[in-house]
């Protein structure tokens, strides 16, 4: 078999010849994708979820739980904080379980001196499954690594809403909802023994009526079993409260579907439970036996004997039946001196006016009267502000520690809140600073989802979730159980900080050879908004920036909310980038560019550039960019008039990002919406603009030409043709003039519509070369749309579009159209792949040997996925990996991924970004991942950079050294004459031939990629009729 040599790129500092080039066959189908199947991470956020797992052992030792996403799917990680409040664990937490796809939904209890967690996988079953795993002190497993299974129906059922007790005998009592039966959701239990193994050969249905009993609630009966409540609904449209037993042994004392708890008239909902100390337990619920109003709501509570026998009325005793609804009540065992003395609950309450909320408080004493009044204990109210979220505890004394969410230093806005806390005593006295209680956690964001665990000693921890930084965090406070103060740093002490929220719209630029830009549209402000990000990445797969992206403009001059996007990017002719954006930070959308310098950074200001200060105020938007050729750039845009009326204009800016003219030039006049499509920069250095004119359905296409003293040397109808003509886009076509394409209704109607796709070749004087109104790309029923471009060395033109011809799915079709305007593909074009799907979101990049990379979304399967084509110039694939009748796989990991974009990695091939969806779970989530797209096929031949003559021939020390896999050669001739340049290994084997070619006088650069060889050291030559140098390097893999 043939091996292919390393693939290699010359390049030059301003502009890329491809004199002379070749596509080297393949023998075999090697994997393109150099970084990997799954590719790598350009942007990824933890996306933290934690739904308040927290369990405190007898000695102190509080282990708290969540799930993130910092290795893209998500896992369980997990933090061990000491009595005294000393994580004990790594920052950031430690992996718990790491497997395929989700594990999700913690909970834990202590046993054995260690502790057993629960959680929903979806390793093996879409549907989700119930595993756990037994863990020491220091996070190592006990069990089989990854877990073990408590529950693996292999069905669509849903395994969820994990519940955990201790069986008393070091193993666990693990109940969950279940759907196998087919209605809304049963409730089934497992019991995994100290050693790992299921302890009942099947789980034990707990419930198996009809319709649903879900929303369960749980805790230990302090005898090794478990005590269950839930919503049930077997009786339609009556939704009661039923609750059972477990024990040890898989029996339910209580019988099957368990006992009635409240089956009164009206809608009985959100229970909660809490033991009562003695085998039995306490549930509390929402009830609108009043109403089904959420004003007539109100909350009850029942106390179920270990016997399963109510003790309270029957259906229950209202915690408050007061006016205006109460809600979201919480319970807990309240413990004195070690015994327990009855029930502690809190709740949302509305009695003085539905939309604000107090918390109130009780206490249920063992004889099931109220300790602290009629219809509760107002905690913290008032008429100004409202609560909400409160959770609590026994703190240890007869009383309580409640804390909850607060909106009274954030002016009701929810986005602000804040938390306090408060201790009640057994008297029902408020301790501490008294009513409203204290400040827990204050500052910008939200602070809020408090849990409460006590500490050894005599303090408590307040552990919650914290957005200060914009995306989520994990934080915890102490409180002297005496005073209240906070004994710990008043910001919190920080647990975990990961990126949430969506990336959106990645675009690629090349940059130096083998290096490439990814900038995106970033919401990990969250509350603060969105911004732009980026990322610098090499043809090894090293980052340049901070993980997860730079901010391009961080400034945001003092207005606290970022609002940034739609980016559009262009090269600075001089290794550098600029980036035009839509910024509304004042309210009014303005378009301001940053630029990012050959050394990564930021130039030019870091708050974005305006690029015109409009006195009328209008908005200005949908800016396209392109270099103008020396080092700045042009930007095409729109803008609305004082009568509202929109117009294309266009501005220069110089190589700091300066405006090179003193006003915008004004494409267009006509009281019509004129928008400006995209811009484009001939080789005379001036730029051409497309734009759309006309009324509604009669829509004309035009392309003006603007050099860089701001003159327009010409403004002219491209189509004009019947009916509508929308989305031009344009491309300089290297002579001189310009290519247009756009979307043609003239074969349909205003309310039947036929898109077809047309196009266009205007010199550089403004005249059409191809037929008048537009050259046919492709004719065909139904639509075509969205055209992308791309162009090769010798001009000719690549089209992809959208097709729906067969009026079932919208594929990808392509043709390939000489500067002549001859069609080089088939004329019913080319469909990419053969095997037509739901595809978009095409992305084009011409290759140096005149081929076509194309990647695109593919929705073929159950989620949409990355795939691709390498064409070669005659528009076969390059090499077998790459199917004419499937195409090839690109990224195809867990959910979707979307919206590819890929620009040049300097040695043949592309390097390609798009938005990833593999962390996806109960809600979409957005992240930007990224490969290396190289099938080695094309080679470039050596080429001139340009400069002065030099007057001696060197050959350079190669730069990076040691590398990997690439690394760039230098060398100087001061004549003209073939020239031979090898790479050899230690045994003195050619492994590759870089040069064999004469070479006029002048400076060379080689970008080499290594990426079929092992680490080592090489060896690189080269050798002219008068001149031969050495030099060594080492590869690192």
């Known amino acids: 078999m043939m091996t292919k040599q390393p693939a290699i790129r010359i390049w030059s500092a301003a502009l890329l010849l491809c004199s002379v080039l070749a596509f080297v066959p393949s023998m075999a189908q090697a994997d393109p994708r150099l970084w990997g199947p799954d590719g790598i991470v350009i942007r990824q956020g933890l996306h933290i979820e934690w739904q308040r797992a927290a369990y405190r052992r007898a000695d102190g030792y509080v282990l708290i739980m969540w799930s993130d996403t910092r290795g893209g799917d998500r896992d369980i990680y997990g933090q061990l904080l000491s009595p005294n409040g000393v994580q004990m664990w790594e920052s950031g937490g430690i992996p718990i379980v790491t497997a395929y796809q989700r594990q999700e939904d913690p909970d834990i209890i202590a046993a054995d001196g260690g502790w057993v967690v629960a959680w929903s996988d979806f390793r093996s079953d879409t549907a989700g499954d119930i595993w756990a795993q037994k863990i020491n002190d220091n996070g190592q497993p006990l069990w089989t690594p990854g877990g073990v299974v408590v529950d693996q129906f292999i069905s669509t059922v849903n395994e969820l809403t994990v519940r955990i007790v201790h069986d008393g005998a070091g193993g666990a009592i693990i109940a969950w909802e279940d759907t196998r039966r087919g209605d809304e959701a049963d409730i089934y239990a497992q019991r995994v023994l100290s050693n790992g193994a299921r302890a009942w050969a099947d789980p034990v249905a707990v419930t198996n009526e009809a319709g649903g009993q879900k929303g369960i609630t749980a805790d230990t009966d302090f005898n090794g079993g478990m005590v269950i409540a839930w919503d049930d609904s077997r009786i339609d449209n009556d939704d009661n409260i039923y609750a059972a037993r477990v024990t040890p042994d898989g029996q339910l004392p209580w019988g099957q579907n368990g006992v009635p708890v409240c089956i009164a008239a009206g809608r009985q909902e959100k229970a909660k439970l809490c033991p009562d100390g003695l085998g039995g337990c306490y549930v509390a619920w929402v009830d609108q036996r009043s109403g089904s109003s959420d004003a007539a709501s109100d909350v009850y509570i029942q106390h179920i004997t270990a016997g399963g026998t109510p003790q309270m009325a029957v259906n229950g005793m ?28 809190v709740w949302e309450d509305g009695r003085l006016g539905l939309l604000l909320k107090e918390i109130y408080t009780q206490k249920v004493n063992l004889n099931g009267t109220v300790a602290w009044g009629v219809n509760g204990l107002n905690t913290c109210g008032g008429s100004e502000y409202t609560r909400r ?48 209680g204290i400040n827990v956690a204050a500052g910008v964001g939200q602070q809020f989802q408090p849990v409460i665990r006590m500490d050894s000693g005599d303090g408590v921890f307040i552990v919650y979730s914290d957005t200060r930084n914009g995306s989520q965090s994990i934080r915890y406070q102490n409180l002297d159980l005496s005073t209240g103060a906070l004994t710990l740093d008043p910001g919190g002490v920080e647990i975990v900080y990961g ?42 797969g090293h980052i340049y920036k901070r993980m997860n992206g730079d901010t391009l403009a961080p400034d945001n001059q003092g207005y606290p909310e970022y609002k940034q996007e739609k980016h559009q990017l262009c090269a600075d002719g001089n290794d550098g980038f600029f980036v035009s954006f839509e910024d509304n930070r004042t309210g009014i959308k303005q378009i301001r560019v940053s630029h990012v310098g050959s050394d990564g950074n930021v130039a030019d200001g870091l708050a974005g550039r305006v690029v015109f200060n409009d006195p009328t105020g209008g908005d200005q938007f949908d800016a396209s960019i392109a270099p103008d050729g020396q080092n700045g750039c ?125 196009a266009q070749r205007i010199n550089s004087s403004g005249q059409a070369l191809w037929t008048a109104n537009g050259l046919p790309i492709i004719v065909q029923p139904y639509i075509q749309s969205l055209p992308a471009l ?127 969806q593999r962390s996806s779970g109960k809600e979409p989530l957005r ?5 290396r797209i190289n099938d080695r096929v094309c080679q470039l031949h050596a080429v001139d950079v340009g400069g002065p003559v030099p007057n001696a021939y060197k050959l350079e020390q190669n730069f990076p050294n040691p590398f990997n896999p690439s690394t760039t050669f230098e060398f100087s001739l001061p004549r003209s004459e073939r020239v031979e340049l090898t790479v050899f290994n230690l045994s003195g084997q050619r492994v590759a031939t870089l040069v064999d070619e004469v070479l006029n006088a002048g400076k060379y650069q080689i970008l080499y990629d290594a990426g079929s060889l092992g680490s080592g050291v090489y060896f690189y030559r080269i050798k002219t009729a008068r001149f031969s140098d050495v030099k060594k390097m080492t590869l690192i893999r």
């Not at 080089?824 to 095409?842: A, F, M, S, Y």
């Not at 073929?860 to 390059?878: K, V």
């Open 318 to 345: 209202p915690l408050s039946n007061a006016p205006n609804g109460q809600s979201e009540v919480r319970i807990a065992v309240s413990l004195n001196s070690g015994l327990p003395d009855g029930c502690l609950a």
């Open 389 to 436: 979220n409160a959770r609590l505890t026994s703190d240890q004394s007869g009383g309580m520690i409640c804390a909850w969410e607060d909106t009274r230093n954030s002016m009701g806005d929810w986005g602000g809140c804040d938390l306090y806390a408060s201790r009640i005593r057994n008297d029902g006295t408020i301790a501490w600073t008294g009513y409203c």
């Open 499 to 540: 990126l949430d929220k969506d990336c959106n719209n990645p675009k690629t630029i090349a940059m130096t050879p083998g290096k490439v830009a990814v900038v995106w549209k970033d919401d990990r402000y969250v509350w603060g908004g969105s911004g732009l990000f980026y990322q610098i990445v090499d043809s090894a």
């Open 634 to 758: 042009y930007i095409s845009m729109a803008s609305t008039d004082i009568n509202f009326n929109i117009d294309a204009y266009v501005v220069r800016l110089d190589a700091a990002s300066n405006p090179t003219w003193t006003q915008p030039v004004r494409l267009t006049t006509a009281e019509t919406e004129d928008l400006p499509y995209g811009i484009s920069v001939g080789t005379d250095g001036c730029a051409y603009v497309a734009t759309r004119s006309g009324s509604q359905d009669q829509h004309d296409i035009f392309l003006a030409k603007v050099c860089r003293d701001g003159s327009v040397s010409w403004n002219v109808t491209v189509c004009n043709a019947l009916n509508d003509q929308d989305a031009p886009t344009v491309l300089e076509d290297g002579q001189g003039g310009a290519y247009v394409v756009w979307t043609d209704n003239r074969s349909g109607t205003a309310t039947e519509q036929n898109f077809d796709i047309y």
């Open 790 to 916: 791309s162009k090769d060395s010798e001009n000719n033109l690549y089209i992809v579009w959208r097709d729906f011809r067969n009026a079932e799915d919208l594929s990808l079709f392509g043709q390939k159209v000489s500067p002549a305007g001859a069609l080089l593909w088939p004329t019913e074009g080319k469909p990419i792949p053969e095997t037509t799907v739901n595809q978009d979101g095409q992305a084009l990049l011409s290759d140096p040997c005149n081929g076509l990379y194309v990647v695109w979304s593919d929705n073929r399967g159950r989620f949409a996925e990355i795939y691709g084509m390498h064409y070669s110039a005659d528009g076969l694939p390059t090499d077998p990996w790459w199917s004419a009748q499937t195409a090839g796989i690109i990224c195809d990991a867990w959910e979707a991924q979307l919206d590819p974009s890929m620009a040049a990695d300097g040695a043949g091939g592309a390097i390609a970004a798009w938005v990833d």
């Open 927 to 931: 992240n930007i991942w990224g490969n």
